[in-house]
């Protein structure tokens, strides 16, 4: 596959395709979206929990997030889409202040936040049974919810690829060309090709395999590559999620994105092990106090934690057993007597690619023309794809954002710690 295409999209996850699918509805034509796999096996938008909130403590966050549920609400039956409510565990009186605080922000935002002492929360969520008297207070978001992530990436896709998008399975983004723009102004630079490897197809119960060690060692063993190819662009975009610091690194932009890996578990509990009145199917995400997440998935409880010590690198590898009797067991059964008996199912672990102040990066990077990049979305990717999509297309064709500023999500930020958007409401 070599050639001149228009624009020229790195990744195909939840990102790439909702910008895609952006550009092509804008009426862009000549989109190209490459990846090494675009089944996503390693990829964060199929591995990770399917949250979905608005209630953040930062504006342009909930802002992006309000407007991408809204989507995620007018095609909720395709998305699988429930709006059922985070519930939010407090026991640090500091933290409890700050949320207290920031609710005037998100009942801006129209979602309604419900504050609740500890006696109330049993009422609001009976599976909260224990341990009640170490917390101070709570947060019931009604209109935050669940969402199947692979059912929301699908539609992107299939939607970019019914306007013209092709996208290119099996390409391993392996260089970038860049050439001076004096044309268009200054020292600027632009991207004027992208270097492409192509994979063999192997054995197929090896190919899960031969895709990790790529992207943890970021290299195409000879074995595996068909072919090199080269495609010229108008228009490059950054959609590598955790891998997009190589790609910066490849053109001279120091990145901040780190990799780190995070590991989620399904817990079995027997409908008999239940406390009275907890009713699964009523459900939305619950976040304890440790730290520890969990919402009901399918007959299981899917819950995560994230320990503090995790270092950053290219880590798919998952605890298992170890995880659930270490991290996962002990703070459920602290806050939950359901969770006194229930089994450890099977888990797996993903990246997050999080940045200083734990926002994302969206828009035009500085010193280039061409070239464009949206990754970096810490656990948020998701359930900001939308207006992620929607505004990166208004900029690349209009020159602006047009319905959410995203401004303050450009990687300029970094060197003014002053315009950090620090998040803290996340898990
Ligand atoms: C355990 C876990 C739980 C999470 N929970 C939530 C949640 O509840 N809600 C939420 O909104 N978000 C959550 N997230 C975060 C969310 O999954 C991510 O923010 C989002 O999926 C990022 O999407 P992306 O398209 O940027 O990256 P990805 O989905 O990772 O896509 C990047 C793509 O780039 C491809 N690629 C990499 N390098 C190359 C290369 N050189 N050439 C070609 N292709 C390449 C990969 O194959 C991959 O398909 C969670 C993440 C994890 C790991």
Redesign the pocket.
């Known amino acids: 596959m070599s050639g001149r295409v228009h624009v020229l999209i790195?990744?195909?996850?939840?990102?790439?395709a909702s910008v895609a699918s952006a550009l092509a509805r804008r009426g862009v034509d000549g989109i190209v979206v490459?990846?090494?796999?675009?089944a996503?096996v390693?990829?964060?938008?199929?591995?990770?929990?399917?949250?979905?909130r608005a209630t953040w403590w930062q504006r342009v966050n909930v802002e992006a997030c309000r407007h991408t549920l809204d989507f995620f609400r007018a095609h909720a039956e395709r998305f699988q889409f429930r709006e059922l409510g985070y519930l939010w565990l407090y026991d640090d009186p500091d933290l409890w202040a700050r949320a207290l605080d920031k609710r005037a922000l998100q009942d801006e935002a129209g979602l309604g936040v419900e504050v609740l002492g500890p006696g109330e929360i049993p009422e609001r969520c009976p599976l909260v049974d224990r341990a009640l008297d170490e917390l101070v207070g709570a947060t019931f978001s009604p209109r935050d919810g669940l969402v199947n992530?692979n059912a929301v990436r699908a539609w992107y896709r299939e939607d970019a690829e019914q306007r013209g998008v092709v996208f290119r399975n099996r390409?391993?983004?392996?260089g970038i060309e860049t050439a001076l723009a004096s044309a268009e102004g200054g020292s600027a630079r632009r991207v004027s090709a992208v270097e492409l490897t192509g994979i063999r197809a192997g054995d197929p119960s090896d190919e899960a395999g031969a895709l990790r060690r790529i992207?943890t060692t970021h290299r195409v063993p000879a074995g595996l590559a068909v072919d090199e190819s080269r495609l010229e662009c108008e228009i490059f975009v950054n959609?590598?999620?955790?891998?997009s610091p190589?790609?910066s690194a490849k053109i001279g932009v120091r990145d901040v994105t780190e990799p780190v890996r995070?590991?989620?578990a399904l817990v079995d509990v027997h409908r008999e092990d239940l406390a009275p009145g907890v009713a699964p199917e009523r459900m939305g995400m619950v976040v304890d106090a440790s730290g520890l997440y969990l919402h009901p998935e399918g007959r299981f409880f899917l819950a995560?934690y994230s320990p503090p010590g995790d270092a950053p690198g290219y880590d798919f590898s998952y605890d298992g057993d170890g995880f659930f009797e270490r991290e996962l067991w002990p703070r459920l059964a602290h806050r939950a007597s359901s969770f006194e008996r229930c089994h450890h199912v099977r888990g797996w672990a993903?990246?997050?690619?999080v940045t200083p102040d734990c926002s994302g990066i969206v828009g035009g990077v500085a010193g280039f023309t061409n070239l464009y990049e949206a990754?970096s979305?810490?656990?948020?990717?998701?359930?900001?794809s939308f207006a992620v999509g929607r505004e990166l297309a208004a900029l690349i064709t209009s020159g602006r954002f047009e319905s959410v500023d995203l401004s303050p999500l450009t990687r300029e930020r970094f060197a003014d710690p002053a315009r950090w958007v620090r998040e803290d409401l996340h898990i």
């Not at 490459?34 to 675009?38: A, F, K, N, P, Q």
Request: hydrophobic content about 45%.
């Open positions: 790195a990744g195909g996850g939840v990102i790439g490459v990846d090494l796999d675009l996503g390693y990829a964060s938008s199929e591995l990770n929990a399917g949250g979905a992530p390409h391993y983004v392996s992207l959609c590598l999620g955790a891998w190589l790609l995070r590991q989620i995560g993903g990246l997050y690619a990754h979305f810490t656990g948020r990717g998701v359930m900001q």
